[in-house]
């Protein structure tokens, strides 16, 4: 065996050639060093192939947090086939769209999830295998069960299809509040470029201890596993109820390496820390979405030593930009520059390059732009285009295919990147087109409030109109008064919400975490047409 890492299981087996005894992976229900990992990863690959797996076959992952997800994750890619991890709060309904979606062939899951499943499973004719965590077995409609414990114990171990690193390596799902979730295809050279760029700037060891809060089915939570066990160190699988069981974690296990989103950040500021935290955390990793300013400032009040990188990325390429920690204090709003590995363009509908600080939509390319949506020509088309011609080197025949991410961002004269809003989440108002996070950022700027959200909705006069909606801090009320003379004394008048709404916390997340504001927006879209009649 060589350390040529450039298949996702090599990250595995080159740190099991390395340091075999080294622990990789810590859960709930136990741990396994990186030789009995390497040797689990191998024997899930073997089963999917006694199972009859032809190459780029589906493997659906439906549990949480856990030492079998990790190792069907990595098997399945071992085998030669496609990992296709599914968001453990996904309802039955929503699961059995993705298997039908992308024609699942062997589904891992639990015995109690299989229950709930059971009626629409019978509803999806590739569905051939389904493995049960444990020892049980159960009896399936149209498809064989298989007890996890059974097939990893099979003595005949065979290898898996041959594989490129431009092969189909996973399928993440995408979630969305309106319309149905569309799946990324993303490519053993998308994910292991990923990892190996995301491990150079934070500077992963095998020193480190990650954990890894995030879903699973989310690329900056799989990200935990690949930067991880490309630098031979320890991840921890965390599923959490509470923010304090987070913060228990990160005493107990000594972690040096949490990323997380903002909605966790902004909770995680609200509760006590134990003081050996500090001690041991190395970096956080902000993703998702920008961190609020007051919430960096307390983090960092709590975290001297600690460095923040403040991080973007869009799942269609994984990972995109951070902010190198040393440029914090002067750049606090930006969202740094490309990752390595990487480019990021800020273009005109021309396809020319903005100059600086001109709005323009953040292209990017290289090695970590996706295959594209699964079975979906048009939405691909959107999205992923031939790089522009003034981009692309003269003589050059063949295209490059360049992500489109429909984000908003301008760049400074030093070449900064600063975030401005979604193309789609962006609120026209009184001639202005103003960002939802700019809003929430002068609110959360008022130590008034403990979460909020920001959207627009239609409006007879305005065009849009802003609704905001809020909850208290640690369990206070918001003087919604109060609240709004503050903003006129900060803000310029359009970006003035026309409505708060105070509501207990927290606000409702999607299933990566992030709070929903398509979800929110969706409660309030004719209230001013209403009002008008």
């Known amino acids: 065996m060589n350390h040529n890492t450039h298949l996702l299981d090599h990250l595995i087996a080159a740190s099991a050639e390395r340091t075999p005894s080294r622990i990789a992976l810590t859960a709930s229900e136990g741990q396994l060093d990186y030789a009995a990992l390497h040797d689990a990863v191998q024997r899930f690959a073997s089963a999917c192939m006694v199972a009859g797996l032809p190459r780029s076959a589906r493997v659906g992952i439906y549990l949480d947090k856990r030492l ?13 086939c496609v990992f296709v991890p599914i968001n453990p709060l996904l309802k039955p309904e929503q699961v059995g769209y993705i298997l039908r979606d992308c024609n699942v062939s062997l589904l891992v899951t639990s015995p109690d999830r299989h229950t709930l499943l059971a009626p629409t499973l019978a509803a999806c004719p590739d569905l051939r295998h389904v493995v049960l965590t444990g020892d049980k077995t159960a009896d399936g409609s149209s498809y064989a069960v298989h007890a996890w414990t059974a097939i990893m114990a099979a003595t005949d171990v065979r290898g898996g299809h041959r594989v490129s690193d431009a092969d189909m390596l996973s399928i993440l799902y995408t979630s969305g509040s309106t319309g149905r979730p ?21 500077g992963n060891h095998a ?35 509470m923010p304090r069981d987070v913060t228990k974690a990160l005493e107990r296990e000594k972690v040096t390496g949490l990323t997380a989103v903002p909605p966790l950040w902004i909770q995680l ?133 360049a992500v489109f991410s429909g984000d908003t961002v301008r760049r400074d004269a030093e070449g900064f ?14 001639g202005y087109r103003v960002s939802p996070t700019e809003i929430e950022e002068a609110v ?75 979800l929110l927006s969706g409660e309030f879209q004719d209230l001013f047409e209403q009002t008008a009649r």
């Not at 990324?184 to 998308?190: A, D, E, F, I, T």
């Open 444 to 518: 959360y700027a008022t130590q008034m409030v403990g979460e909020c959200a920001a959207f627009g909705v239609s409006h007879p006069t305005l065009g849009q109109a802003i609704v905001l909606i809020v909850t208290g801090r640690d369990g206070t009320s918001v003087d919604g008064d109060a609240l709004l003379a503050q903003l006129k004394r900060d803000c310029p008048a359009y970006q003035i919400p026309a409505k708060i709404e105070l509501r207990p916390g927290p606000l409702p997340r999607n299933p990566n975490g992030k709070i929903d504001r398509k």
């Open 207 to 241: 020193d480190d201890t990650l954990l890894a809060a995030l879903p699973l089915s989310f690329d900056a939570g799989f990200s935990q596993l690949t930067t991880g066990f490309h630098a031979g160190a320890r991840v921890v699988l965390l599923n959490y109820l």
């Open 269 to 401: 500021t609200q509760i006590q820390w134990p003081e050996s935290i500090a001690e041991n955390l190395r970096y956080i990793a902000n993703t998702g979405g920008r961190m609020p300013f007051e919430t960096l400032k307390a983090l960092r009040e709590r975290l001297p030593k600690t460095r923040p990188f403040l991080m973007y990325g869009l799942t269609e390429a994984f990972r995109a930009t951070y902010l190198d920690p040393a440029e914090v204090d002067r750049r606090p709003d930006s969202i740094g520059k490309s990752i390595p590995n990487s480019e990021v363009l800020v273009l005109r509908e021309d396809g020319t390059e903005c100059a600086a600080d001109e709005p323009g939509e953040l292209v990017q390319r290289g090695a970590l732009v996706a295959m594209g949506y699964w079975n979906d020509v048009e939405k691909t088309a959107e999205r992923f285009k031939p790089l522009p011609a003034a981009q692309r080197p003269d003589g050059l025949v063949l295209p490059e295919i």
């Open 417 to 430: 990147l600063y975030f401005i809003g979604r193309r789609d989440e962006m609120i026209k108002t009184s």
């Open 182 to 202: 569309k799946g990324v295809v993303l490519s053993h050279r998308n994910m292991v470029a990923g990892a190996k760029s995301v491990a150079s700037y934070l």
């Open 68 to 80: 079998e997800t990790v190792i069907a994750s990595f098997g399945a890619a071992a085998a030669g």
